[in-house]
C-alpha cells in the first residue's frame, strides 16, 4: 500500500502551464506503476497519463497528448505532470493513483491507491 497526496493544483488563465506533483509513501514507490486521472463536475472521471515504474514506458490521453509530461522520481517518491497550454475544458479535480500489478494503464479499476486529488481551474 502507498499514501498519496497531490498538491500543484490551481487557477491559471488558459494558455498557461502547471505542474502537479504526488508525493507517494512507501517503501516500494518504485515497483507501482503511477497515473494521473481527472473529474470534471459531471462528468465520469477519465484517465489522463501513466508512467510504468522504470519511467520508460508513459502513455497519455488524446486530449492532453503533446501538451503534458509525465515523470517521476523514484529517489523522491514522487511523480509530476507538466500540463501546457491549458484549455478552460482541462478543468478537473486531478487524482493520482497507484498500482502494483498493472496491466490496462487506462482502466481506474486497476489502481489500488488514490489520492485526494487535486483542483484545476482553468479560466478563458
Known amino acids: 500500500q502507498v499514501h498519496l497526496v497531490e498538491s500543484g493544483g490551481g487557477l491559471v488563465q488558459a494558455g498557461g502551464s502547471l505542474r502537479l506533483s504526488c508525493a507517494a509513501s512507501g517503501r516500494t514507490f518504485s515497483t507501482y506503476a503511477m497515473a494521473w486521472f481527472r473529474q470534471a463536475p459531471g462528468k465520469e472521471r477519465e484517465f489522463v497519463a501513466a508512467?510504468?515504474?522504470?519511467?520508460?514506458?508513459?502513455y497519455y490521453a488524446d486530449s492532453v497528448k503533446g501538451r503534458s509530461t509525465i515523470s517521476r522520481d523514484n529517489d523522491k517518491n514522487t511523480m509530476y505532470l507538466q500540463m501546457n497550454s491549458l484549455k478552460p475544458e482541462d478543468t478537473a479535480n486531478y487524482y493520482c493513483?497507484?498500482?502494483?500489478?498493472?496491466?490496462?494503464?487506462?482502466?481506474?479499476?486497476?489502481?489500488?491507491?488514490w489520492g485526494q486529488g487535486t483542483q484545476v481551474t482553468v479560466s478563458s
Open positions: 508512467i510504468r515504474w522504470s519511467g520508460g514506458n508513459v
Open positions: 493513483a497507484a498500482g502494483q500489478f498493472v496491466s490496462g494503464v487506462y482502466n481506474q479499476y486497476e489502481y489500488g491507491n
